[in-house]
């Protein structure tokens, strides 16, 4: 932590931990997440259902699901200041305008019964109060900016008139709309088709290029992080197990689990004849093992694995990773 | 050898579609599948791959005798498939299996995992209550589930188990063919690897062939053989997997690849390969589907449709420029 306050990162995150509560018990579901996130910069959050990815999403926009979710601990700072001693009119505020959030389904962040036009100037008349002409202007540039053909002429049009690809369009203008400085998306393409996926990653990054706002993107896909991060942070049972840039974690995976990840992935380069695999499923979060989470699926583990939770090994600037064995020869 | 186990030819499925008001509407009709030919060899898997709308689901459906073909001939190990019935509809059915996306809606979730995979075996009457229990057993090991998953149900396991029952219930009648379609994509990384795997070791083990729908194109390059590339109800191209990835052919093919998300960040960052969305099924373009987002088109590719032409290396490719 090289801590004077000019070089102070953009989001701090630190020892997060949300609970859930449901009929069979409490779930831990986020367990002590910290980082950071720069200016500018793309963090990608990657992995498997269950682990907590959009959780910790939720969290820092304050937007757990209710009633039964909770943030149970820790520290959410964005510019510095403390989003979890804000009130819930201050969140509204900070929502929208400084941050933005896109989930996976542009349906279930679209009023179906509001012209898109409409739905784009919402934020903007409520954290900006502009003229009508403001307004109208605003909308149409926001509209264009994300690439929507004849903007004046589909303003008017509703939701059920454009496609998948379209939708997630609008989503993206609204979300951007008051210029936010950090933009949460929660797989924000997997209900696209490969080639309306690459348009719409294309969109994103041009989108971060013109308006340096800093990215969260929240995936199970190595492949968006491959396109889109500048560091990675890979989450297993609640926890972030590994940390690092983005060529580091592809060329050189510390942690078993990233590793087996990696390797369990197909190839379009080579033809194997069998795919690595992970035996096993992860654990109960409602009861999470006190060693390391991975290490019952674990083909490195020890007993050593079981005794208590591994500590940050750092493996070089930026690198970290949650295991004993890691940067062991 | 030689024969293959499946042929279509020239297949053709339209839904007719009312367009405007309820019965003063304009009565339309949608060509899902537009003339597609193609053959499965006996045990190998030829993978489809095409965005949402190209008709490869409703290409698996008609093989699957769930809509009836408006024209074209479907042949399966030589025999005539179109309006068979009695018997032979019975053979057919044992002969060919599906395993679909949601394993989850694919389960009756009120019966036990050993009467679901049991369930076709009683169906056609195969077997004695008690060698089908035998069976299941037997299946159940394939597929690598737990000795006493036959007397739970199915909430009681995950979605990855969950494909490994409906893969159990698929291979009980002993298919020659198994119909795939996004057999992985509700299930994560390791999981997916999984299913892959025990795809590939029962193929390895049966000789069963696989029809594989897919949007993901590593997977489908991972278990093809042989591939055939949608757009809008028609087969754009086909060929060997290995030379279809490294020459691919067709612009659309080429797209397609070009779109697919890279394997390592090292990659360059190419603008996106296609422009523009796909047109309107309800008024294909003229001649050419493709033309609209091509672009290489030029003029005769709106006045004449390109028909699939053999390439070299097996590969066909439908197309006046190439």
Do not use: W
């Not at chain 1, 509001?114 to 009508?132: D, K, L, N, Y």
């Not at chain 2, 339209?14 to 053959?39: C, E």
């Not at chain 2, 069963?208 to 591939?227: E, P, W």
């Amino acid at each position: 932590m090289a801590g004077s306050e000019v070089t102070r990162p953009l989001l701090e995150v630190e020892n997060l931990r949300v609970e859930l509560a449901t009929r069979s018990g409490l779930v831990h579901a986020v367990d002590g997440v910290s980082f950071h996130l720069e200016a500018g910069e793309t963090l990608g959050i990657v992995g498997e259902s269950g682990c907590g990815k959009t959780m910790t999403a939720l969290a820092l926009q304050r937007m757990l699901p209710r009633p039964g979710g909770r943030i149970a601990g820790g520290a959410i700072r964005l510019g510095g200041e403390d989003l979890l001693a804000k009130s819930e009119a201050e969140m509204r505020d900070i929502r929208g305008r400084d941050m933005a959030m896109i989930l996976q389904d542009p349906m279930s962040s679209l009023n179906p019964v509001m012209s898109i036009g409409a739905q784009v100037a919402e934020p903007i008349r409520a954290h900006q109060r502009p003229t009508r002409d403001g307004l109208h202007a605003a909308v149409l540039r926001m509209l264009d900016a994300v690439r929507i053909p004849s903007p004046a002429a589909r303003a008017g049009d509703y939701p059920h008139q454009m496609s998948g690809g379209m939708r997630q369009r609008v989503v993206g203008a609204i979300a951007l709309s008051c210029r936010p400085r950090l933009l949460i998306a929660d797989e924000p393409t997997t209900a696209l088709d490969v080639t309306i996926q690459a348009q719409y990653l294309a969109l994103l990054k041009d989108l971060q290029r013109d308006t340096g706002v800093a990215m969260i993107l929240i995936t199970h896909d190595f492949g968006i992080v491959a396109k889109m991060c500048d560091r990675v942070a890979v989450m297993y049972a609640g926890r972030i197990v590994e940390t690092a840039d983005v060529r580091t974690l592809f060329d050189r995976p510390a942690h078993p689990y990233t590793r087996a990840l990696l390797e369990a992935l197909p190839s379009m380069e080579q033809r194997s004849a069998r795919l690595m695999v992970i035996d096993g499923q992860p654990p109960d979060l409602r009861a999470p093992p006190s060693g390391c989470r991975f290490a019952p699926r674990c083909t490195l583990a020890t007993t050593a694995c079981l005794a208590e939770y591994p500590a940050a090994t750092t493996l070089s600037p930026g690198h970290v990773a949650h295991c004993i064995r890691a940067g062991a020869p | 050898m030689s024969a293959p186990l499946l042929e279509i030819d020239n297949l053709h499925k339209h839904f007719p579609v009312r367009r405007g008001l309820p019965l003063l509407g304009t009565l339309q009709q949608v060509h899902a599948v537009d003339g597609v030919t193609f053959s499965i060899a006996r045990g190998e898997t030829f993978g489809i791959v095409g965005e949402s709308g190209c008709g490869k689901t409703t290409l698996t459906r008609v093989i699957l005798l769930l809509e009836a073909a408006t024209s074209g001939e479907m042949r399966f190990d030589g025999r005539g498939v179109n309006g068979i019935g009695g018997g032979a509809l019975r053979d057919y059915r044992r002969a060919v299996q599906a395993v679909f996306q949601d394993p989850n809606s694919a389960l009756s979730p009120r019966m036990r995992v050993g009467d679901i995979v049991g369930e076709p075996m009683r169906a056609i009457g195969t077997h004695s209550a008690a060698d089908r229990r035998i069976e299941v057993e037997r299946l159940l090991k394939t597929v690598g589930l737990r000795d006493n998953a036959a007397s739970a149900y199915p909430h009681e396991f995950s979605g990855g188990q969950r494909q490994r029952i409906a893969i159990a219930r698929a291979l009980s009648t002993k298919p020659r063919l198994i119909v795939l379609d996004e057999p992985i994509s509700a299930l994560d990384i390791s999981i997916r690897a999984q299913i892959m795997n025990l795809l590939r070791d029962i193929q390895d083990a049966t000789g069963t062939a696989f029809l594989l729908i897919a949007h993901d194109l590593a997977v489908v390059k991972h278990m093809s053989t042989h591939v055939g590339v949608m757009y809008l109800g028609k087969l754009v191209e086909t060929g060997p997997a290995d030379s279809l990835y490294r020459r691919p052919l067709h612009p659309y093919t080429r797209a397609l690849l070009a779109a697919a998300l890279p394997a390592r960040p090292d990659h360059e960052d190419a603008p996106p390969p296609l422009a523009g969305e796909l047109p309107s099924p309800f008024a294909p373009p003229s001649g050419c589907r493709f033309r609209t987002r091509c672009p290489i088109a030029e003029a005769r590719c709106a006045a004449a449709e390109p028909t699939l032409r053999p390439m070299g290396d097996g590969q066909s490719v439908a197309c006046h420029r190439v």
